[in-house]
């Protein structure tokens, strides 16, 4: 059994920027972790996964050139940095994780832990 923990998110002004840091409980360096969001309403969507050796970063467009994903296997640790932050980006923040050699990364299903979110609000 894995345990995520994440923490970082609040209350931020439009432009501004959080990091959101996802600690893992068991070994980290088989893991492949990402980032989810759900706005209220909303479906929980994907955000942004990095591979387990920390290289090949992927994003959903709407945050393409605004936050960073990245990890720290010694710390067994994920982070995404948020910069320019948009109104829109409010949402609690979820980090997943899975053991899979071969997954699509946007889809929930294929996750087999998760943390409790992290809420980010950003107002205009």
């Known amino acids: 059994q894995v345990q995520l923990v994440e ?25 492949i972790i990402s980032w989810f969001r759900q ?23 709407s945050v393409k050139g605004r936050f ?17 932050l948009k109104p829109e980006d409010t949402a609690v923040y979820y980090c997943a994780a899975t053991y899979r050699l071969n997954l699509s990364y946007e889809k929930r299903n294929e996750y087999d832990y998760w943390g409790q979110g992290t809420q980010v609000t950003v107002s205009s």
């Open 7 to 31: 923490s970082g998110g609040g209350l931020v002004q439009a432009g501004g920027s959080l990091r959101l840091s996802c600690a893992a409980s068991r070994t980290f360096n088989s893991l």
């Open 68 to 84: 960073t994903i990245s990890r720290d296997n010694a710390k067994s640790t994920v982070y995404l940095q948020m910069n320019s």
């Open 39 to 61: 706005a209220p309403g909303k479906e929980r969507e994907f955000v942004a996964t990095i591979s387990r050796i920390g290289s090949r970063p992927y994003y959903v467009d």
